[in-house]
């Protein structure tokens, strides 16, 4: 596709339910980054990918977080447990290669904006 | 960890202004820095990506700056519009491939 592609746009979940956050990233690209962001802040960093390698998790709030990348293409984010401060829209972006985020807004998705109940 | 801090937090100008928005950050050990716009309900548009061996970019009406020695960048937006109204989001890469963002200025120029 032309771009990044998240799924779903948006999510209402109760709260103890689990969700999973999906990401296409754009054909071909090597690193794929998870980001949090909640209302009126900056993206806070979750995780990094770089093929289907975890190389970075440090950003994972608790072990209710859990990233997956199994093929090194479509990944994953899945919220076990969900409880309200989850809140946020998580955004997912795709590079190239390591760290060449280039200026296109093709390589950052519209995000996932999840509401917990 | 790598902290980024952006002054201010909000900025309302009138149509026509210079302006200046302010990023810094903590560890100078950076591969690059971007400035990105964000519009409501919107992903991430990148604006101006600087090389930590570089000082400067420059896109239309906007330049970026970056003094990577004292940890901070500055985007200069000239003769502002309505239609740059938006959050703008200042980010480091780091070596390490982690990118980290401030908290955004929150921009509105009025007509």
């Known amino acids: 596709g032309a771009g990044v592609s998240q799924s779903p746009r948006y999510k209402v979940a109760k709260r103890g339910q689990d969700v999973a956050l999906r990401c296409d990233p754009i054909?071909?690209?090597?690193?794929l980054f998870w980001y949090q962001q909640a209302l009126g802040q900056g993206p806070e960093f979750l995780t990094y990918?770089?093929?289907?390698?975890?190389?970075?998790k440090s950003g994972l709030p608790s072990d209710r977080f859990f990233a997956e990348r199994p093929e090194g293409s479509v990944s994953t984010l899945k919220i076990q447990r969900t409880q309200q401060e989850d809140s946020a829209v998580y955004l997912c972006?795709?590079?190239?290669?390591?760290?060449?985020?280039?200026?296109?807004?093709?390589?950052f998705g519209q995000g996932t904006r999840l509401t917990v109940v | 960890k790598q902290e980024v801090t952006q002054i201010p937090a909000a900025l309302s100008v009138p149509e026509g202004e210079n302006l200046v928005l302010n990023c810094s950050f903590t560890?100078?050990?950076?591969?690059?820095l971007q400035w990105f716009r964000q519009d409501p309900g919107k992903g991430l548009t990148s604006l101006l990506l600087?090389?930590?061996?570089?000082r400067e970019q420059t896109s239309g009406r906007l330049n970026a700056s970056l003094d990577k020695s004292s940890g901070r960048s500055t985007l200069y937006i000239a003769a502002s519009q309505p239609g740059d109204s938006a959050t703008y989001l200042c980010?480091?890469?780091?070596?390490?491939?982690?990118?980290?963002f401030g908290a955004g200025t929150r921009l509105t120029v009025k007509p």
């Open positions: 972006a795709s590079g190239p290669q390591l760290a060449q985020l280039t200026n296109t807004e093709a390589f």
């Open positions: 054909s071909g690209h090597v690193s």
């Open positions: 990918f770089q093929n289907e390698a975890q190389l970075d």
């Open positions: 560890d100078s050990a950076i591969y690059n």
């Open positions: 600087i090389q930590s061996s570089q």
């Open positions: 980010a480091v890469m780091g070596n390490n491939n982690d990118m980290r």
